[in-house]
Nanobody
Framework: VQLQASGGGLVQAGGSLRLSCAAS????????VGWFRQAPGQEREFVAA????????YYADSVKGRFTISRDNAKNTVYLQMNSLKPEDTAVYYC????????????????WGQGTLVTVSS
């Protein structure tokens, strides 16, 4: 399985970005996808997750109401729409895949993408 995260960049506070996570190769039959982020010198933290059907989504409290996770299974792609960005959202964002249910825990995920850098200027 290969996961390709893209869509990062430099944006001013209050702006928006949409990240994409495209999967290729053989994966689980009903994969859940999570987004995590890691700022310099900090632990990788949970951002959002979605199950296979898209009916179950989880968000970190810090992004609720600003970020939206969605997926297009026909394109094997999961999106993270990020609005009202803040400087504290600056981090490398990673997507990850696991079997079945979405999870908050990074240790539950099996495959990881390479990350895409999001920088929010004040």
């Amino acid at each position: 399985v290969q996961l390709q995260a893209s869509g990062g960049g430099l944006v001013q506070a209050g702006g928006s970005l949409r990240l994409s996570c495209a999967a290729s190769g053989r994966t689980f039959s009903s994969p859940a996808v999570g987004w995590f982020r890691q700022a310099p010198g900090q632990e990788r933290e949970f951002v959002a997750a979605i199950n296979w059907s898209g009916m179950v989504t989880y968000y970190a409290d810090s992004v609720k109401g600003r970020f939206t996770i969605s997926r297009d299974n026909a394109k094997n792609t999961v999106y993270l729409q990020m609005n009202s960005l803040k400087p504290e959202d600056t981090a490398v964002y990673y997507c990850a895949v696991r079997a079945y249910s979405a999870s908050y825990s990074k240790s539950d995920y099996t495959y990881w993408g390479q990350g895409t850098l999001v920088t929010v200027s004040s």
